[in-house]
């Protein structure tokens, strides 16, 4: 019903920068929030940055608030997250998620699809 599909990865310098994009197609992409979150190896998968489908409302996790941007436009089907001053630690895969019914949006249950993931490696 809705297909996820990230790109924008790759590799970058500590206090370098990063922008992924998620392109969706299917159901009306407008009623959506989206989400980021991400996995590193061996650890869980982790919430990072929500926006609500109006644009209005966004949340993000502490450990990257103030240095990545979420953003969507709904006209293009797009989302949008902006990485600056990446750090090591930022090294995951990160995955583009869409929520339809509502619920705790840091959680990745309340999501209804999500795309395949992109790789991000920061090196020290």
């Known amino acids: 019903q809705v297909q996820l599909q990230e790109s924008g990865g790759g590799v970058a310098q500590a206090g370098g920068s990063l922008r992924l994009s998620c392109a969706a197609s299917?159901?009306?992409?407008?009623?959506?929030?989206m989400g980021w979150f991400r996995q590193a190896p061996g650890k869980e998968r982790e919430f990072v940055a929500t926006?609500?489908?109006?644009?209005?409302?966004?949340n993000y996790a502490d450990s990257v608030k103030g240095r990545f941007t979420i953003s969507r436009d709904n006209a293009r089907n797009t989302v949008w997250l902006q990485m600056n001053s990446l750090k090591p630690e930022d090294t995951a895969v990160y995955y583009c998620?869409?929520?339809?019914?509502?619920?705790?949006?840091?959680?990745?249950?309340?999501?209804?699809?999500w795309g395949q993931g992109t790789q991000v490696t920061v090196s020290s």
């Open positions: 998620a869409a929520a339809l019914t509502g619920g705790l949006l840091t959680t990745s249950r309340t999501y209804d699809y």
């Open positions: 299917g159901r009306t992409f407008s009623k959506f929030a």
């Open positions: 926006i609500m489908w109006s644009g209005g409302f966004t």
